[in-house]
């Protein structure tokens, strides 16, 4: 994989781990409101950004990644499983080494 290709991975190694923190603080604020009582408005928190926005092309990156990537991980690392915490504990540190002669928009979507 070419040095810039690299720099990508490294780069989309950041933003995921960024978003999920995200996506856990304000899942973690509704469910407070909701077992709490409180009212609670999509407007309070960036869940209104992940549902409409971030789960559209949630879609088609986890396609991608379903048909391209991880058929390929499987294959050469058979002892992964799981997705969500799986990325974040395994997969994006395999991901910031992988040599693989790939286009990124078929692996990632």
Do not use: I, N
């Not at 990508?8 to 996506?23: I, P, S, V």
């Amino acid at each position: 994989m070419a040095g810039d290709e690299t720099g990508r991975l490294r780069a989309w190694d950041r933003e995921l781990r960024t978003t999920h923190d995200r996506l856990r603080r304000a899942l973690r604020r509704a469910h407070d409101a909701v077992v709490e009582g409180e009212s609670f408005t999509v407007r309070d928190s960036d869940l209104l950004l992940f549902c409409h926005g971030f789960c559209d092309t949630l879609s088609g990156h986890h396609l991608a990644e379903d048909t391209a990537l991880f058929p390929e991980l499987r294959a050469r690392y058979p002892q992964l499983e799981s997705h969500f915490r799986y990325e974040e504990r395994q997969l994006l540190d395999v991901l910031a080494t992988l040599k693989w002669d790939a286009d990124p928009r078929s692996a990632f979507g």
